[in-house]
């Protein structure tokens, strides 16, 4: 793989990596700190209109809010659904054996869309206990991608089109004698 695409891939992902703090940061609700492991799970992705075959990344992070740590925190990508091929990280489960409180885990995959047709992205999906062994449970948002389509030149505008080419050359076949008298001399 090419230097510079390698590089620019690394800066798109440190770039979402800063985006995505900053937007969950500034979107944050105020939540109380409950005294067992709380995590939070969020995606993003960064196009949700695509053109068929174009790529595009998506990015997941998990955050422990609470005052304790979080154990077993199980971590699954749900399977690509038709219509999008995943490029990287086929399919998705992580496994942490303990996420301290105010800790991050953030990850990226990469997909494009192959379908002339809207599909959903679904949900990340995450478990984990607390040091009693209690299960806990939850899910980021889902995504919806759409195709874009490429405006096709209608018959009427080509009409125009051509209409205005034979109009422009209509006017300029006059001139023509002219041009040659000129450059005669």
Request: avoid cysteine; glycine fraction near 4%; charge should be neutral.
């Amino acid at each position: 793989m090419p230097m510079n695409s390698t590089r620019a891939k690394l800066s798109t992902v440190v770039l979402l990596v800063i985006l995505f703090a900053n937007l969950s940061a500034s979107t944050a609700v105020e939540k109380p700190t409950p005294a067992f492991g709380a995590l939070d799970v969020s995606k993003y992705i960064e196009k949700t209109e695509l053109k068929i075959g174009e790529q595009t990344i998506a990015l997941v992070n998990v955050t422990n809010y609470g005052n304790s740590s979080a154990y077993n925190v199980t971590i699954a990508e749900p399977i690509t659904p038709k219509g999008v091929l995943r490029l990287e990280n086929t399919p998705h489960i992580d496994f942490i054996e303990e996420l301290k409180p105010n800790a991050s885990y953030v990850y990226y995959f990469q997909f494009k869309l192959v379908e002339d047709e809207n599909v959903f992205i679904p949900p990340t999906r995450i478990t984990w206990y607390d040091i009693n062994g209690t299960k806990y449970e939850a899910s980021s948002q889902g995504y919806f991608l759409s195709p874009l389509v490429e405006k096709q030149q209608t018959s009427e505008g080509r009409y125009w089109l051509y209409l205005s080419l034979i109009s422009v050359g209509i006017i300029a076949l006059p001139a023509i004698p002219l041009l040659f008298i000129r450059y005669k001399k």
